[in-house]
Structure formats: structure tokens, C-alpha cells
């Protein structure tokens, strides 16, 4: 079945800790995307590629370290520097064609212990 | 700065009942807008995707309107269901590429 793939479901990051959250797609999408999103809010953009070897920051960067190495992939980091770092973290896709639909992942909880 | 309301925060209806979704947006110079459905815990899912040149767009219960030039977008959901009961959120999509989400709906339907 195509779709995006990620892992963990539930993440703890003890203070002063980087942690990896990671996104896989096999539904050979150029653009990838990271959003974040806190209890009653709607989601926000931290980092997005459009390409292979690319990505732009988006609103909220700050903290945040990403990399595309390849099509399928695009692992965020979240680092220490990242001082409210709890929240739910979602990584969708899509085609870089107009008006396609965007696809997402079921989520990463991470919470700092 | 890109922002988008949703009108109401919450809503509980019982079964049967029509709904209106209300998503509103201040930068009119959109390419797209999507509405997607969020179960508790879980991802999201694009329900319906208007393109700017487009008035309406409809799957099934659901229609969604667009007005472009006032920058409103509205969710009508027919006869509803119990397992309606998700966030409903309403995003546009702009010629970068970004998406820029409303913090969403809550919908209860309830037997």
C-alpha cells in the first residue's frame, strides 16, 4: 500500500538530547513537508523540500534541523536549542504538480521527560 | 502574514442534522484550498480540494463552496453521522507552495 510511513509513534527526549523523528513515502512525491501542531492549534509549518537536496525553512525553523538525501526520506531533527520541543509532528507529501491533494503521515507525540 | 479562521470552534449536533463549516482567509491570492478531516491522534486526510477557479467541489455528503474575492470557504456536511465526529480544518494552498491551516473545527454528532 503507498503512503507515508512514521516512526516512532510516541517519542521522549530528555533535556539536552537531540531526537530524530523520521518520514518515509512510497508514493514517489517530489515535495515533502513537517508541520507541528500544539493541543487546540492548527498546524505549523517548520521545514518543507520541494527536491531532492533541497528544503526552505518554513514559520517556525527555529530549533529544527532537516536533510533530503533522498526522494522517499526527510528525518527531522529536533535539537536542544528547541526549548518547548512537546508537541504532535506530522510530515505530509505531495506532487509539485498544481492542485494535488497533500497526504499525510499519523503523526510523532514527542514529549521531554 | 497568511491567516485563516474557522467559525465555530466546536459544534455538537445530534444525527440527521446539515451542517455549515465556515473557513475564512486574508490572503485572497490563493491557488488552491483543501478541507481535511483529523480523527484524535491521527493524521490528517484531504476530504475535498477546490482549485481557485472553481466555485464548488463535492464527495459524497460532503460540498465545499470557495468565493475567492471575499475569502471564504464553506463545509456543508449532509445528514450527519455519528462517525462524522473528527476536526474538520480548511487550508489554502499559495503559489510558494505552503499550505497555511485553521486551527479547525470540532464536530460532535451525537445518536
Known amino acids: 500500500d503507498g503512503g507515508i510511513t512514521q516512526s516512532p509513534k510516541y517519542l521522549f527526549r530528555k533535556e539536552g538530547q537531540n531526537v530524530t523523528l523520521s518520514c518515509e513515502q512510497n508514493?514517489?512525491?517530489?515535495?515533502m513537508y513537517w508541520y507541528r501542531q500544539d493541543p487546540g492549534q492548527g498546524l505549523r509549518l517548520i521545514y518543507y523540500s520541494q527536491i531532492v537536496n533541497d528544503f526552505q525553512k518554513g514559520d517556525i525553523a527555529e530549533g529544527y534541523s532537516v536533510s533530503r538525501e533522498k526522494k522517499e526520506s526527510f528525518p527531522l531533527t529536533v535539537t536542544s536549542a528547541q526549548k518547548n520541543p512537546t508537541a504532535f509532528y506530522l510530515c505530509?507529501?505531495?506532487?509539485?504538480?498544481?492542485?494535488?491533494?497533500?497526504?499525510f503521515g499519523s503523526g510523532t507525540q514527542l514529549s521531554v521527560l | 502574514k497568511q491567516e485563516v479562521t474557522q467559525i465555530p470552534a466546536a459544534l455538537s449536533v445530534p444525527e440527521g442534522e446539515n451542517l455549515v463549516l465556515n473557513c475564512s482567509f486574508t490572503d485572497s491570492a490563493i491557488y488552491n484550498l483543501q478541507w481535511f478531516r483529523q480523527d484524535p491522534g491521527k493524521g490528517l486526510t484531504s476530504l475535498l480540494l477546490?482549485?481557485?477557479?472553481?466555485r464548488e467541489q463535492t464527495s459524497g455528503r460532503l460540498n465545499a463552496s470557495l468565493d475567492k474575492s471575499s475569502g471564504r470557504s464553506t463545509l456543508y456536511i449532509a445528514a450527519s453521522q455519528p462517525g462524522d465526529s473528527a476536526t474538520y480544518l480548511c487550508?489554502?494552498?499559495?503559489?510558494?507552495?505552503?499550505?497555511?491551516f485553521g486551527q479547525g473545527t470540532i464536530l460532535t454528532v451525537h445518536p
Open positions: 487550508a489554502p494552498q499559495y503559489r510558494d507552495g505552503k499550505l497555511t
Open positions: 477546490i482549485q481557485s477557479s472553481q
Open positions: 508514493l514517489n512525491h517530489d515535495a
Open positions: 505530509a507529501s505531495n506532487d509539485r504538480a498544481p492542485n494535488e491533494k497533500l497526504f
